[in-house]
């Protein structure tokens, strides 16, 4: 099994395409329909002839959607100890071809591409979670192009587009297996508040809790015995109203649980797919995905 990257010229357009084959290869060379010449290429064809690439950050459109697939199948392989079946099922949950027209057409769905020659080398998928708060959920780039510096490029223009929208506050979580997307956070500002369970194919993994904190916007409470710092501009949407963090250190370092802004409550309990329910008055956070690392 050998997988070739190949460059195709078009009769017509002269157009550069790339193609990945990962299929048992009987011949040296390809045959494709309107196809002059099919070369093996290195994955930067200008550097041998001092050109300089092209790279620049928009929004997706619906014809970046199979290359949306492949990026994210690429991180997501490069990036986790997880098995094909679980990470196609993942693909398809998520990036589908009705799931990311959604995306696209949506308001507070905000999903940038990486363009290099016109080709997709990565993306960010963020989502207004709360009043002026906003979580990154993903934030892909290609395995063969993270020493290129577009992963911060690419995240200083996402928070950039969802300050301007209102969204001054940002989230994101990340697997503690993935230890560069916990330093890619940390280098980008945000703050490590706490630790979660996350089950992936039946399997539990810890998932850690990203925020931009701001010591002087957290408010001291009193729970039972316990004394926890109420953070109101770190909020996740409930279905009714909603929630903040809440942590057990004043330096908010150290997530305690989620305060439910419908009833005024302490809210803890979560299920292994990120639900978190207030017994109180049936508020429920939605489940996360995985994580928002620098994949």
Known sequence: MIKLVVRLFSVTT???????????????????????????????????????????IRDATA????????????SLQASYPLDATA????????????????????????????????????????KQTGESVAELFWLHIDPEYRSENYGKTLF????????????????????A????????????GLTKVGEESVSIDGTPYVQYLFAEVEPGAI????????TAYLDHENTERGSLAPFSL?????????????WCGNCERLANAM???????????GNTRKATRWDAAYL
């Open 87 to 126: 990470i196609t099922g993942a693909v398809d949950e998520w990036y589908g071809e009705a799931r990311l027209e959604e995306m696209i057409q949506s308001d507070g769905h905000y999903l940038l591409v990486v363009d290099v020659d016109g080709q997709v080398v990565g993306f960010s998928e963020a």
């Open 63 to 74: 014809s970046d959607r199979p290359a949306l697939r492949d990026v994210a199948r690429r």
């Open 177 to 188: 297996v993935n230890e560069a997307g916990s330093a890619f956070y940390e280098r980008q």
């Open 14 to 56: 002269a157009k550069r395409a790339t193609y990945s084959l990962g299929r048992e290869m009987k011949h040296p060379f390809v045959l494709l329909e309107r196809c002059v010449l099919c070369l093996l290429v290195p994955r930067d064809p200008y550097a041998s002839r001092g050109r300089k690439r092209r790279m620049e």
């Open 219 to 226: 408010q001291t409470v009193e729970i039972g015995q316990r």
């Open 271 to 281: 299920d292994p797919m990120g639900r978190i329910r207030c017994d109180e008055c």
């Open 246 to 258: 809440v942590y057990s250190e004043p330096d908010g370092t150290d997530l305690y649980g989620y």
């Open 156 to 175: 200083d223009t996402t928070r950039k587009q969802l300050e301007a929208t209102g969204e001054t506050r940002l989230k994101g979580r990340v697997l």
